[in-house]
């Protein structure tokens, strides 16, 4: 099982509750394929940094998970085919980076508090 990291933006467009059920889907699909959910995260309505499909900003997410390798590329074409998902990307962490993203989980929830 390998260490993933994938961010996708949300079409700002989306109500409250197409948003929980859209990511409700992601994480159902990936939990159903032996996923181990490690970390989720709601960044909110962001900002894009430049307009895509001339919308200026989009509802951020991220999750972390260990899988299989064989289920990222059906996981990606999942988000290719829902127009809810503007963008997307899934990175493979190495041990520097599931390092990282403990050490940023920690500073959160440290902001939190």
Known sequence: ???????FILNPVLSDVQVKETVKKFNDYLVS???EMIHKEDWGLKKLAYPIQKKKT???HLF???VAGEVINPFELEFR???SIMRYLTVKLDKHAAEWAVKRKERNKAAKN
């Open 1 to 7: 099982m390998n260490h993933y990291e994938t961010v």
């Open 33 to 35: 394929k032996g996923a």
């Open 58 to 60: 989009g509802f951020y």
């Open 64 to 66: 972390e998970f260990k």
């Open 81 to 83: 085919r829902d127009d």
